[in-house]
């Protein structure tokens, strides 16, 4: 497990991008996200990180619903983007806005064409009774490592081709 002492959940990769290259194509979340990870009736047509502080971060469905399941905080390129979770530990959207979390994601050289992208999801407890399994969730195989083992994988493939 990669909890912290703090609580929070903490994974990294190194991919083979400057920072810059590695920030965008993290914000291009619809890219990688798992479309299984949905809290919609119907499909996942797109999910969408508004690119800019303030902005939403959202699901939207084949029949054009939409799924907020955050707000965006940060989105400083080619540094950090962080995002609040506004996802309980029912699994479902926060209407408490105080009970949510936040995710942030680091780009960091690393060497030459290469940058470790570091996301660390903090202040789980806000989200009150069962916030141990929500974290424990996150940081579960098919929680935040699935997210990062695709983007990791999109940016190996995309970075190879001509």
């Given at each position: 497990?990669?909890?912290?002492?703090?609580g929070s959940v903490?994974?990294?990769?190194?991919?083979?991008?400057s920072p810059e290259?590695?920030?965008?194509r993290?914000?291009?979340?619809?890219k990688?996200k798992?479309?299984e990870h949905?809290?919609?009736?119907?499909p996942?047509a797109?999910t969408?990180?508004?690119q800019?502080?303030?902005?939403?971060?959202?699901?939207r469905?084949?029949d054009?619903?939409i799924c907020?399941?955050?707000?965006?905080?940060t989105?400083?390129?080619?540094?950090?983007i962080?995002?609040s979770?506004?996802?309980g530990?029912?699994?479902?959207?926060?209407?408490?806005?105080?009970?949510?979390s936040?995710v942030e994601?680091?780009?960091?050289a690393a060497?030459?064409?290469q940058?470790r992208?570091?996301?660390?999801?903090?202040?789980?407890e806000?989200?009150g009774?069962?916030?141990e399994s929500?974290r424990?969730?996150?940081?579960a195989?098919?929680?935040?490592?699935?997210?990062?083992?695709?983007?990791?994988?999109?940016?190996s493939?995309e970075?190879?081709?001509?």
């Open positions: 497990m990669t909890v912290q002492s703090d903490h994974h990294e990769v190194l991919v083979d991008l290259e590695a920030f965008w993290f914000a291009d979340l619809d990688f798992p479309r949905n809290m919609l009736a119907v996942i797109e969408v990180l508004e800019h502080a303030g902005g939403d971060v959202y699901d469905g084949v054009g619903s907020r399941w955050g707000r965006v905080l989105f400083d390129p080619p540094h950090a962080a995002f979770w506004d996802i530990p029912d699994w479902q959207v926060a209407t408490d806005l105080d009970r949510t936040e994601i680091t780009f960091t060497g030459p064409d940058t992208v570091t996301l660390t999801h903090r202040h789980i806000r989200h009774t069962g916030w929500l424990d969730g996150l940081d195989p098919d929680g935040w490592p699935l997210y990062l083992g695709r983007y990791a994988a999109l940016t493939t970075s190879e081709a001509p």
